[in-house]
């Protein structure tokens, strides 16, 4: 484990545990640990296209079959992952903090899984479907939709729920994420590279408000320099020690 100290983590566990408010971020990393591929660990032919192909509102008016065909992949690779001990120990925290809110950049569902409740989605869900022309929602969870292009009941193309590249994020989802970090005594940062806004700004705001910030990760980060205790190693591995 990559942790710098028996101190720094005995230290971070007294201030989650005197916390009443807290508020976590997490990142990519911490599915990555449940074997969750990042977005740009593309496989074999995906590997040939630039994300301006897959993940934009151009890309799908241009084509979307294409597009929906790499979300299709992304699915099923998502589909065959469990929550691991990190995304465990923060369904334990919630449980025992009278203010708890869980900021995601993922869309992967693993945090839903595992038992977390209250959860603000920046970047959408991947399970997520959304009609682009009357904008219903509806959740499938099958990994591999068989209609592609899906439709909905209306008529109109359906696309992913995400947020695509050159898309702002839903203004409701910040504007409760940011109040989350502004009204927290403590702020956990885990496995987020903190260089993807508006996400990322979420710590120097709770920096400004005076709060404590904790980051776990395996590499430093643009963060580090911020946070009151950088905690270095997997989440998987951090998390379970800081809950227990």
């Known amino acids: 484990m990559g942790f710098d100290t028996n101190e720094d983590l005995a230290r971070a566990r007294s201030w989650i545990q005197a916390a ?14 449940s074997g969750v591929p990042t977005f740009r660990d593309a496989d ?11 993940a934009t509102p151009e890309a799908f008016e241009r084509d979307p079959k294409l597009v929906w065909d790499w979300y299709n992949f992304r699915r ?3 589909a065959t992952a469990q929550p691991n001990r990190g995304h465990k120990a923060l369904v334990a925290l919630e449980t025992r903090k009278s203010e708890f809110t869980l900021i ?14 209250n ?12 009609c682009t022309k009357c904008a219903a ?29 050159g898309e702002p994020l839903p203004k409701r989802v910040i504007d409760e994420a940011t109040q989350a970090v502004k009204s927290s005594q403590l702020l956990i940062a885990v496995g987020t590279s903190a260089i993807v806004y508006p996400a990322a700004g979420l710590i ?15 590499d430093e980060t643009p963060c580090s320099d911020m946070a009151d205790c950088s905690l270095h190693g997997p989440a998987g591995e951090i998390l379970p020690l800081l809950v227990t």
């Open 44 to 54: 074999g032919l995906w590997r040939n296209f630039r994300f301006e192909d897959l």
């Open 204 to 218: 120097p705001i709770a920096k400004a408000q005076g709060r404590t910030v904790i980051e776990i990760n395996p």
């Open 76 to 78: 099923e690779r998502i």
């Open 20 to 33: 009443d408010a807290i508020a976590v971020l997490t990142g990519a990393g911490i599915s990555a640990e």
């Open 104 to 117: 995601t950049q993922n869309v992967d569902g693993l945090h839903e899984l595992a038992g977390s409740k």
């Open 137 to 165: 929602e509806w959740v499938d969870r099958r990994p591999s939709l068989p209609e592609i292009p899906p439709h909905c009941l209306c008529g109109g193309l359906a696309r992913p729920g995400v947020v695509w590249f």
């Open 119 to 130: 959860i603000l989605k920046l970047h959408g869900d991947i399970w997520l479907v959304r």
